[in-house]
């Protein structure tokens, strides 16, 4: 399995079984309905085994997607933002026209990512990115504010999805501390992670 509850307890391995062309090609990714009408959520990552051209972190996830993670290239661990178009003709192919809309090089391999979705508008939901790098004492907006669509070719509706893909060498492992979600309204600013609200749901790996 290219997964793995026991290998760190406390931890999520995801493990990169093969290389894929996008996160859409990925199969080992773990998803959680998006909550609305608005939902925050949050993980830990530690990028510290991962292999040149691997990505992993926090998505959005439906045919056209956007996710704030971690590549690792030339040795080097950059946190990136990215999205495809919400008005992509490519439609199963938008991960054709991914763009990267902000990377900062990172001098340490864990970090806080978080999503805020607005999903007041049902067809077109805002997401927005967040990172910190003290444990959630402090949280900076990272990338652009992206528009996820609603549709009913990849899921029915959108997901959050915990993911680590290669796409050069099998084999890099990315390790998710916890997953959290908490509801009722977008936390545009500071956020005790630890004392988030579940009002609808949350996830734990213990």
């Known amino acids: ?10 931890y999520l391995r995801i493990r990169t079984g093969r290389t894929d062309a996008s996160i859409l090609h990925a ?3 773990l998803t959680q309905r998006v909550f609305g009408p608005q939902s925050n959520a949050y993980v830990k990552l530690d990028a510290s085994h991962m292999k040149d051209g691997d990505v992993a972190g926090l998505a959005g996830l439906q045919e056209r997607y956007a996710y704030i993670g971690v590549k690792k290239e030339g040795g080097k661990l950059y946190l990136v933002q990215s999205n495809t178009d ?15 809309n902000a990377r900062m090089e990172l001098a340490q391999s864990e970090v806080l990512l978080r999503m805020a979705f607005d999903c007041t508008n049902t067809w077109n939901q805002n997401v927005s990115f967040y990172y910190s790098l003290d444990d959630g004492a402090t949280w900076t907006k990272f990338g652009n504010t992206s528009t996820v669509t609603f549709e009913l ?7 959050f999805g915990l993911f680590n893909y290669a796409t050069q060498e ?9 997953f959290r979600v908490d509801t009722g309204s977008v936390q545009e600013g500071a ?11 949350s996830a734990e790996i213990s």
């Open 1 to 10: 399995a290219n997964w793995s509850l026991t290998e760190r307890p406390g």
């Open 27 to 29: 199969r080992n990714t």
């Open 86 to 100: 919400s008005e992509s003709g490519y439609g199963i192919d938008s991960w054709k026209d991914e763009k990267e």
């Open 153 to 159: 070719t990849h899921f029915v509706g959108t997901r």
């Open 170 to 178: 099998a084999g890099g492992y990315a390790d998710f501390d916890y």
């Open 191 to 201: 956020v005790n992670v630890k004392e988030a609200s579940f009002a609808q749901s």
